[in-house]
């Protein structure tokens, strides 16, 4: 559901970003591309808190490293409007989504009664 929402975030970034130039004289634009990129970084921050770095070993570690590349892609290309990077960031995570679907569809009961862990960025 986390990687859900990060696309679909991306994706409300990246139509932002690419507004004719009539529309792009919206001046709350740059304030809802920037809400949505925020976003996806925290959902990032959030999926970095819920690793098990003991039982998840090199694949948790390798996780670490690509939420953490993604969220200073982010940054960088919220601070530059860099339509490029977050589309980049949008396809590796929309990827990343369907290895894990895969995943959880070969191994449904493993999925099933694991309690979540992770911190709530809701509020």
Do not use: C, H
């Amino acid at each position: 559901m986390l990687y859900d929402e990060a696309v679909k975030q991306l994706d409300r970034s990246l139509e932002l970003l690419a507004l004719d130039s009539a529309e792009k004289k919206d001046p709350g634009r740059i304030e809802k591309i920037s809400k949505a990129v925020l976003k996806a970084q925290e959902i990032f921050t959030e999926l970095m808190a819920s690793l098990d770095f003991e039982r998840g070993g090199e694949i948790a570690k390798n996780l670490f490293s690509l939420y953490t590349w993604f969220n200073q892609e982010l940054l960088e290309s919220n601070l530059r409007q860099d339509l490029r990077r977050i589309t980049i960031v949008r396809n590796m995570v929309y990827e990343l989504r369907g290895a894990w679907v895969q995943i959880a569809a070969k191994n449904p009961s493993e999925t099933m009664n694991r309690p979540a862990a992770g911190i709530n960025i809701a509020g």
